[in-house]
């Protein structure tokens, strides 16, 4: 019987989770804004997920973008400033009148895609080197930046977006993946 009540109590052993990529090592810049990159995309990607095709054209109040259209407008501006960067990997082309969840998702997924294909080609000097600053950033970003930087603006507009669908889902009694717990 004691057997029988120890091994009740005793954990059962969960195999272990393969990590994403982006969470590994890295042993240079290319790789750390690679896999900042990708699990900022995941992230975003992640909620867009877990928003039902339903609830995508939601809006809090009407002078608002809907939730589609702020994952969309993730993607748009991500292309934009990445086709800046100066890197020959091709851009992909994009529905910037996409409605459904399944487009936008799929912007998503091309455009996150493209941005490490560029930073792979740019590479460490690349990344490091000073550009003329795309005219929409130029303005509080100046004359000139690196490429670097332009990345993680990109992420932190990526955030600032993640952030507005948090409410969004929550609005619609979504909780985020991130919020979770296990």
């Known amino acids: 019987m004691f057997a029988s009540l120890v091994s ?4 059962v052993a969960r195999p272990p989770q393969q990590q994403p990529a982006f969470l590994g090592p890295c042993a ?13 995309n995941a992230v975003l990607y992640g909620l867009a997920g877990a928003m039902p095709e339903d609830k995508f054209n939601y809006k809090p ?3 608002q973008q809907s939730f589609g259209e702020r994952v969309l407008h993730a993607a748009q501006v991500n292309l934009m400033l990445l086709q800046a960067l100066g890197a ?21 997924q091309r455009v996150g895609e493209y941005g490490v294909a560029a930073i792979k080609e740019l590479g460490e000097q690349g990344l490091s080197a000073r550009i003329d600053s795309p005219g929409p950033v130029r303005f509080f970003m100046g004359p000139q ?4 930087r332009i990345l993680y603006f ?13 409410v969004y889902a929550r609005l619609n009694g979504i909780t985020p993946p991130l919020s979770r717990q296990p």
């Open 8 to 11: 009740a109590q005793t954990p």
């Open 28 to 40: 240079n810049l290319v790789c750390e804004i690679e896999n900042d990159w990708s699990r900022n």
């Open 61 to 63: 109040t009407p002078g």
């Open 88 to 108: 020959k990997a091709p851009a992909p082309s994009i529905d910037t009148n996409a409605t459904s969840k399944t487009a936008s998702m799929a912007a998503l």
């Open 145 to 148: 930046v690196s490429r670097q």
């Open 154 to 166: 990109l992420m932190t507009h990526s955030q600032d977006t993640y952030g507005q669908l948090v």
